[in-house]
Structures are given as C-alpha cells and as structure tokens.
C-alpha cells in the first residue's frame, strides 16, 4: 500500500466550469492601460502590473470588424459576436516573466448594452484549460465593473490566460459587446490593507501596490494607552512573556491564547473556546462523501442547494457536518443543514440538524460546525446536504456526472424548515460529509490488521505519515462506511456494531501531511450470520 500524490496538489488551480476547447488563431492588441474607472481614461501602466498582452480568437465564427480590442486607447468598443454554430470566445494572455508567489487578477469591463447574453470570464495557467471563472457581465452591468481574483502562482508557470464566452441565448446580435478596459495581475492583495490601532483607515494605494493609512487623531485611547501620530505610545504588551500551546498565538488586546479554525496540530481541533484540544482518535462518516473531488462550481448569494446522500450501513447520532471550500470561494459563512428524502427531492429539515460554518474567503480546505444535540440517522437511507451562503458567492468541490443528485432553491435569506425547490438535477456529488457516533446494535464484530506503509510510490521515504482511513460495506470494491484513525502507530481496529446477515468487505489506505492517500489496500471480507 503505497500513498499517493495529493489531489489538491494536482488540482491547483483549475475547475471545469467555462468551455475549454482550444483556440486557433490570434491576433494582436494593444496594450489596455486604463485605470478602470467609471470613465475609460487612458493612464502608465502602474509599476509591479503584469498586464494581458494579446489574445487569440475562434477562427471562422468572426463578422469582419468585430473582435476584442482595447477601448481605452482607440475608442473602439470590443465587440463579441457569435457566429451561427457556436459562441465565439476570446483568451487573453498574461505573461509572468518570472513572477510567482501570491496575486490578484484584476478586470474592468462592462456591457456595451443593457440587451444581449451574459459573458463568463474565466481563468487558466493553461491555454487549453479548464478555466475557473471569477467574473460574470449580465444585462445590468452597463458602467465599469471591476473583477478580483487572488491567484498562487506556482515557480515556473509561464502565463496566466483569461477566457471570455457567453450564454449563447442569441444568435449573431450586435447587441452582444463588451468593452474591456483593464486586465493585469498585480503582485500586491488590497485585502491586506486594514486599519490596526491607532489607525482610521487604511486603503490600497493609486497604484493598488500597497496602502495608504490614515492615523487617528492625537489623544485617542488604545489598548492600554493613548495615540500619537498613529502609534499608540504608552501600551502594555499584554504578550510579553505568554507562552502558548502549539497551534495557538497570543492575542494582543487580550493576552489570552486562541487557536484558529485550521491551526491546531494533527490529532487537535480548535474548541469553541479557541483553544487546541486533543480530538477524538476515531470518527465515523455517517453519510455523504468525503472525497475531494476535482470539479470546482459556485452558488451566489441567496441561491441554496442541496445534495442526495444515502447513509453507510450503521446508524449513528450525527455530532459535525463538513464541507470542503474551493479556493475561489468567497464566502465567510455557509449555513448547513440535513433534510429527509421525500420521494427524490428534499422534504423537512431535521431537528437539531442546522449550524454555520465559518470559513476564510479564498481558502481551500475542510470546515466545518458542530451539532449540539444532531439527529439520529438510520443505515442505508437516503439524506439531502443543503447549504446557503448570504455573505459572499460559495465555491465548493463536486464529482459531475456518475452519482447523486442535486437541488436548487433560489431567493432564500435561510434555509428553510421545508425545501421549495427550483429545479433538481441527476449525477451530481459534493465534497461533504456528517460524522457522528454509531448507535446502531450490535451482532457482529471484524478485527483488522494492516502493515504500515514507509515508502512513497517514487521509492522515497514515507516521512509524514499521519493515520489511516478504514472503508468497508456489503458490496465488494463499493465502500459505504468510513472510519479516520488519526494515530500512525494503530496497525489493528476492531469494528464493532456489524448488523447480522450480511458480508462485509473491508479496505485500507494510509494518509500523509501533506494530504496524500494512498490507494486501496487488498480487500478483506467476512460474514456476519
């Protein structure tokens, strides 16, 4: 049994969620200059930029004089037609030369006309994708709209490409244009410009490429002391001499140690006290699927959804729900809930089920919240995942296409106690799961035991190995059940609480720090009478 590569490592970065077939052709532009404002107005391109330097376009689908061009310095508007077959779409090239490490993609563009189809842009370090979008022009988007992205670039990668398409809806109308005005990459992230003590504001400079502060006024209280020319004079280090636990850092208007949401070590969680505390060494996956999948997708604002589950073959208290974030997510808090199947489509909410989750924008990673007292869950039913976002558009993990469904409901402030949906669809499941504790009786017990792994499949030496995930049901190579061990030194597990009268099959995989996990060991089976 030999772990394998991370799926986050191999993923970075791409989801398939606009057209990604390749572009022949191309034609030059000059280079967009403007600074984006409400008003086109050609401006030096800002120092530390990385501005789009050309683009390339569907060949044949192309009305003579219509093709993406920069407005801000020959005042002609760009315009994106489609041809009778098909969308046009256009991709921009953002060389890096070099550059690597954190960024923001930045887009100002707009509509031509209040009429026409919706435009996608979407982002790839790849020219032939997939592209991830990030920015989205609709009927009501006639003045300058600027579109953020942050971006890791990883060393070596040679060019960012931006992709335009749109809806498709009309045919061949003039109506569908749009005007770009500015598209870079800029090294610095304005998000990082906050006001600290002694400080009434703080906002990203002319040039977007660090931050303008303004200090409060002269007098002004601060921890422990008073402000003067923005510094506050006179505080106490309420962190001198405070030694916090790993995982933790002191916090300077308290002097108390707190954790964050993913700063404990393995084996830890970070309480609602904010303190790292030992975990339990096992959890059980109730239901849903704990796999990171490969397809990033999004949910605005205001827009629910839920997804079919049906549960492993031992019931169980649920205790958590978890969702994995993709990295382009931008909301701060995701309302989540377990609803009872009513024939293929969500029914009631179930008692005890709903919490927030909260989470940092633009972080991918599991989160998740406790329930204080969570519903009962039976074998081998069928549950529906909802989620609700209304602080930021929610970008999540889901497999397309093989399993599961997937319902919608739109304009919604909560979640509510009885789904209304819009519209339901087959073949879809995301990253997400409920854990718990197992309640159900038992008749039957299976002992396992696995040597540990100390190689990598290169041959190299497995160094981070940090717990092993055992999968089991009653149908060979399809494991319902799961169960995390997060000590690296267990080799053997008893599973408990097996209803009678069926095989089960049992599997292994080794888990590293780096979020590697091996494949599947040899399967193992026994019955239950």
């Not at 993990?397 to 919608?408: E, F, L, P, T």
Request: aromatic share 8%; charged share 15%.
């Amino acid at each position: 049994m030999q772990p394998r590569q991370s799926k986050e490592a191999l993923l970075l970065g791409f989801a398939a969620l606009l057209v990604a077939s390749a572009c022949d052709g191309s034609g030059e532009i000059e280079e967009p200059i403007s600074d984006g404002a409400e008003t086109s107005s050609s401006l030096a391109n800002p120092v530390g930029h990385l501005v789009a330097t050309a683009e390339a376009i569907t060949p044949g689908e192309r009305p003579s004089g219509t093709y993406l061009q920069t407005q801000a310095q020959d005042g002609v508007p760009e315009l994106l037609r489609e041809g009778r077959r098909n969308s046009l779409q256009a991709t921009w090239t953002v060389p890096l030369g070099g550059a690597s490490g954190n960024h923001t993609l930045k887009l100002v563009a707009r509509r031509a006309a209040a009429s026409g189809d919706d435009f996608y842009f979407g982002w790839s370090t790849s020219f032939s994708g997939p592209f991830t979008r990030f920015c989205t022009l609709t009927a009501g988007d006639t003045a300058y709209k600027t579109c953020r992205q942050a971006l890791s670039i990883a060393p070596g990668t040679a060019s960012v490409f931006v992709r335009v398409t749109d809806s498709i809806a009309r045919k061949d109308d003039t109506a569908n244009a749009i005007e770009v005005d500015y598209l870079a990459l800029i090294s610095f992230d304005c998000s990082a410009c906050v006001p600290a003590a002694c400080q009434t504001a703080s906002v990203c400079n002319a040039n977007e490429m660090g931050c303008t502060v303004t200090p409060a006024v002269d007098g002004t209280a601060c921890t422990n002391g008073t402000c003067n020319a923005g510094i506050c004079v006179g505080a106490t280090d309420l962190c001198a001499g405070v030694a916090c636990a790993a995982g933790e850092s002191c916090h300077s208007a308290t002097g108390a140690c707190e954790c964050a949401a993913t700063s404990c070590p393995a084996g830890s969680i970070c309480s609602a006290e904010k303190r790292c505390v030992q975990s339990s060494s096992e959890t059980t996956v109730l239901v849903g699927n704990p796999a990171v999948e490969s397809t990033e997708d999004w949910e605005t604002v205001g827009d629910a959804d839920a997804f079919e589950y049906t549960s492993g073959a031992q019931a169980g208290k649920a205790s958590k729900i978890n969702v994995y974030t993709a990295a382009g997510n931008q909301a701060a808090a995701l309302q989540v809930a377990l609803y009872a199947d009513n024939a293929g489509v969500p029914g009631a909410m179930l008692a005890g089920s709903s919490c927030t989750i909260s989470m940092p924008a633009g972080v991918a990673g599991w989160f998740g919240c406790a329930l204080s007292d969570g519903p009962q869950l039976s074998p081998s039913t069928k549950y529906w995942m909802a989620a609700l976002s209304t602080s930021g558009e929610f970008h999540w993990r889901a497999q397309d296409g093989s399993r599961g469904r997937y319902s919608y409901s739109t304009g919604k402030t909560s979640l509510p106690s009885t789904w209304n949906q819009t519209g339901t669809y087959a073949g879809y499941a995301r990253s997400a799961y409920v854990e718990g504790a197992v309640t159900s009786s038992a008749v039957g017990t299976a002992e396992l035991s696995w040597d540990a792994p100390t190689t990598l499949t290169d041959g190299s030496p497995l160094t981070d190995l940090t717990g092993y995930r055992i999968y089991y049901g009653t149908s060979s190579g399809s494991y319902s059940t799961i169960v995390n061990l997060t000590d690296p030194a267990m080799v053997t597990y008893t599973l408990s609480n097996l209803p009678s009268g069926a095989t089960y099959f049992f599997a292994v995989t080794a888990l590293s720090a780096a979020g590697g996990e091996s494949a599947y060991s040899a399967e193992a089976s026994k019955l239950i009478p």
